[in-house]
């Protein structure tokens, strides 16, 4: 998958970064520490053809930050919900953690939603350049 945005306009130089980057690794070691299978690319690409992403995509600046801006929510909020495991370091309520669900859920609903208008784009450009 292709895309064609400003680089620089995606690039976060807060000094929050760091302090994501060192939650978002911490929570990845915690879910490998749990025995979770390795990572099957051949399996992803499988999926992805069967999901019918078989063309390039080329997003625009403003579609590539709306998934980039859902993806750093959806690491935050996995994150949470990680940390706060029967044996983390936190407890949430079963309120917020449902509203995290939800929210967890929204977000993944609105990048791909991005996703799939793209690809119809991609798809209907692929017929006009076939005819």
Same mark, same amino acid.
């Given at each position: ?37 390795? =990572? ?12 019918? /992403?078989?063309?390039?995509?080329? =997003? ?29 370091? /936190? ?15 929204? =977000? ?24």
């Amino acid at each position: 998958m292709t895309s064609k945005t400003n680089a620089a306009a995606c690039v976060d130089a807060s000094s929050d970064t760091a302090r994501f980057d060192k939650a978002h690794a911490d929570a990845l070691q915690a879910i490998a520490g749990q025995g979770d299978p390795p =990572l099957d690319i051949h399996d992803i690409c499988r999926l992805r053809r069967a999901c019918g /992403f078989t063309d390039d995509l080329a =997003l625009t600046e403003c579609e590539a930050q709306a998934i980039n801006t859902r993806l750093y929510g959806m690491s935050a909020i996995s994150a949470l919900l990680v940390g706060a495991d029967d044996e983390g370091a /936190f407890k949430l309520s079963r309120w917020l953690q449902g509203g995290l669900h939800s929210a967890l859920y929204a =977000l993944t609903e609105d990048a791909q939603a991005v996703l799939h208008r793209a690809n119809e784009k991609a798809a209907e450009a692929q017929k006009a350049s076939a005819a």
